[in-house]
């Protein structure tokens, strides 16, 4: 099945980052890209997320490190999709200490899409608290 022009930047997007290539990030986002997730946490501006990647890709060993794109539904200028991201924790995250430890990281986004056909927005909603309990930062009665 072929992909929509949006979804296949959508799908580049992840690559690029799975591959930590941030510096062609510029190809297919806006200047003033802004990202924001279920967390309240905020970036605004291509570099400032260029930077978050290259962090995250440090927390988590980049030799395990995969953001696969599991399903997507396109409306307009918007395209939804849900993830996995595969890690192992090798960094400092979020001030808790490497277990080396891997898990699976999932979510779903929103990738809202400029007049020009780059990303101008993101809206992530990360299962942060099921990626904690696995990598064994805190545990979940039950």
Known sequence: MSH??????????????THGNVEQ?????????????????????????????????????????????????????????TWIIHVKHIGVFKGYAPTNKEAEYQGMSLFRFSENGKLSKFYGYPGTLKLFADLGLFHVPG
């Open 4 to 17: 929509s022009t949006q979804k296949q930047v959508v799908l580049r997007y992840a690559k690029l980052i």
């Open 25 to 81: 990030l510029d190809e297919i986002l806006e200047p003033d890209f802004a990202f924001a997730n279920s967390e309240g946490e905020g970036l605004e501006g291509r570099e400032q997320i260029k930077g978050a990647w290259e962090y995250f890709r440090n927390i988590f060993d980049p030799e395990i490190f995969r953001w696969e794109i599991l399903e997507m539904f396109e409306e307009g200028k918007v395209v939804t999709a």
